[in-house]
């Protein structure tokens, strides 16, 4: 492939000469040539007027809600005006945090009917993210839509059609894809650091009841402060209250997608920016309920086999993934592509390369040949193949990401850029969905146990 010719090789291999830890320089190179890093905030400094403050809400203020309101209010120009949620200790809380002066409410379309709001913040279980997305879009608000984009694959070009139709900014949060730790292994890929891409494998283990999606019940959790009715909408089966199925929504197929919705989602986001790829061809998934035989329907331990097929951008190469959240080794989680020349592996906020050629000797048979021969064929191979030069350079190089480095930052500044300049996300509808789906159908492979093909490029089961 012409990505990864012998004059990338190269290039790349002189980029590397020094062998210096990139975390150790006085500026960073991973935030170097970014512009719209919120760690670099392209606007900082500027006063922000009345009528260029972006205002927003938020609806779904759980874990993810108020994680995600946090990072966005950190960028200048940005401010709360509302949230939503179907649990009264979140809405007070929210103002307890935001202050009494944002509106609070059960009711989303309270919020969506709001002319003064300009974009919210999607945040809800799975089930509902199609439902309240394709609504706040026609109510022409720009959407920052949690990951999975989706709940079903069948809602998955409705949401598409339903974003470019609004021409409003429709974001999905898998900030990953607007990590520097992403954008450099994306770098590093692009100038053939390993060769051939042919094998890639993810993880992204957990060893905590809280990983695992133990979350905590409030006391006063009851039919009176959940809106039960509301949760439910018309997404999931009718059935009584049942705080379990509220709170740790997660852990049911009614309302979530699992590890794979939850966190292979994730892996295939940041692979897919990576490697410019538009997904699989194939899926094989398998696993089992191991440890947290607590009542839910979906696995706590994942393993997955991707077939990806050879595109403009990438080679065809073979993909796996795992979740387990019963790891006794403490869980993790980290990236490992692999090439005909290193691979790459990154673990945390650090990128490690590692090359290493084919082995330049002839090969431990000659030494069955008599000695005579031996020294013959040697001189004979050393003359053919010499030693090039790049083989005596630096096998190891890595690239750290200073330290505080927030990704979601990142990926709520790409969103608000966006906004403002009319400029394009990095995780629009159609990426997300080509994320969403090949998670989906992982689930799909598992509890139907089979194999799943799939069209990357129409993004549809055949």
């Known amino acids: 492939m012409s990505n990864f010719n012998e004059k990338n090789r190269r290039d790349f291999i002189k980029k590397l000469t020094g062998g210096a830890l990139l975390a150790a320089s006085p500026v960073n190179p991973l935030l170097a040539g ?43 120009g940005v401010k709360l005006m509302a949230v939503a949620d179907l649990y009264d200790g979140r809405l007070v809380r929210a103002k307890e945090l935001f202050g009494n002066d944002i509106q609070t409410t059960r009711d989303y379309s309270q919020i969506l009917s709001r002319k003064d709001i300009d974009a919210i913040i999607l945040a809800t279980p799975d089930h509902l993210h199609s439902q309240i997305g394709i609504e706040a879009l026609k109510a022409g608000k720009a959407v920052y839509c949690e990951k999975p984009m989706v709940h079903k694959i069948e809602q998955g070009h409705d949401m598409i059609k339903a974003a470019k139709a609004s021409k409003k900014t429709f974001q999905v949060g898998s900030q990953r894809v607007s990590s520097i730790i992403y954008a450099k292994v994306k770098e590093l890929y692009k100038a053939g650091a390993i060769g051939e891409l042919n094998f890639i494998e993810v993880y992204y283990d957990r060893h905590s009841a809280q990983g695992a999606w133990q979350y905590s019940l409030p006391p006063d959790a009851s039919p009176a402060t959940v ?87 990438h080679p065809a190469f073979n993909l796996t993934l795992r979740v387990n959240f019963v790891d006794g080794s403490g869980g993790g989680s980290g ?128």
């Open 34 to 76: 970014r512009p719209g890093s919120a760690q670099e905030i392209p606007w900082a400094g500027k006063k922000i007027t009345a009528n260029d403050t972006i205002q927003i809400a938020c609806i779904g203020t759980g874990i993810m809600g108020m994680g995600d309101t946090r990072t966005a209010l950190k960028i200048p």
């Open 227 to 313: 809106d039960w009715n509301r949760f439910l909408s018309d997404k999931a089966p009718k059935i009584a209250y049942d705080p379990l199925r509220f709170f740790r929504w997660r852990n049911y197929q009614d309302y979530g997608t699992g590890v794979a919705g939850d966190l292979f989602v994730h892996l295939f986001s940041g692979l897919h920016y990576i490697l410019d790829s538009k997904g699989p061809n194939r899926v094989m998934t398998s696993g089992g309920l191991r440890y947290w035989k607590d009542g839910r329907d979906v696995p706590d331990v994942m393993v997955g086999i991707y077939d990806y097929p050879k595109t403009a951008s």
């Open 335 to 462: 990236f490992r592509f692999v090439g005909t020349d290193g691979q790459i592996t990154l673990l945390g906020d650090t990128v490690t390369v590692k090359r290493k050629k084919m082995p330049i000797a002839p090969g431990y048979s000659i030494s069955t040949f008599p000695k005579a021969l031996q020294d013959q064929f040697l001189a004979s191979y050393n003359e053919k193949y010499p030693v090039k030069p790049e083989m005596s350079e630096p096998d190891t190089e890595e690239y750290k990401a200073p330290e505080g480095y927030d990704d979601r930052l990142d990926h709520f500044a790409n969103f608000f850029d966006s906004m403002r300049n009319n400029t394009k996300v990095v995780e629009d509808a159609e990426f997300g969905f080509r994320a969403a789906g090949p998670a989906l159908l992982s689930n799909k492979s598992y509890f139907e146990k089979t194999i799943v093909n799939w069209d990357p490029e129409a993004m549809k089961i055949v």
